[in-house]
Nanobody, 114 residues
Framework: QVQVAESGGGLVQPGGSLRLSCAAS??????MGWYRQAPGKERELVAL???????EYADSVKGRFTISGETPKKTIDLQMTSLKPEDTAVYYC??????????WGKGTLVTVSS
C-alpha cells in the first residue's frame, strides 16, 4: 500500500510562483506525477517523472513548470512560475507502483487570482 500526501497549494497572483511537494510511503514506485483538475473539467496530466529519470510535461506548462525529485526517494516537487488564472485547479500527486497500481493524494488547491 502507498500513501500519498501533497502540500504547498494556496492563493497566488497572476505571474507569481508556487511550489508543490509530494511525499509517498510504502511500495517502491516506478512513476510519480502531478495532475490537476479545474472546475468543470477533466483531470489532466501536468508533469511526471519516471524511475529512469525521464520527464514529461503538458504543453500548457512547458517552460513555466519544473518537476523535480526521484522516485526511489518517493518525493517530488513541482515548481510553478509565471502562473496564470487558467492554472487554477486542484493539483493531485499520483504514484504508480512497479506492479501497475495507481495511488492518489487528496489534492491541494492552487488559486491564481488578483
Amino acid at each position: 500500500q502507498v500513501q500519498v500526501a501533497e502540500s504547498g497549494g494556496g492563493l497566488v497572483q497572476p505571474g507569481g510562483s508556487l511550489r508543490l511537494s509530494c511525499a509517498a510511503s510504502g511500495n517502491i514506485l516506478s512513476v510519480m506525477g502531478w495532475y490537476r483538475q479545474a472546475p468543470g473539467k477533466e483531470r489532466e496530466l501536468v508533469a511526471l517523472i519516471r524511475s529512469d529519470g525521464t520527464i514529461e510535461y503538458a504543453d500548457s506548462v512547458k517552460g513555466r513548470f519544473t518537476i523535480s525529485g526521484e522516485t526511489p526517494k518517493k518525493t517530488i516537487d513541482l515548481q510553478m512560475t509565471s502562473l496564470k488564472p487558467e492554472d487554477t485547479a486542484v493539483y493531485y500527486c499520483k504514484c504508480t507502483s512497479w506492479g501497475g497500481k495507481h495511488y492518489w493524494g487528496k489534492g491541494t488547491l492552487v488559486t491564481v487570482s488578483s
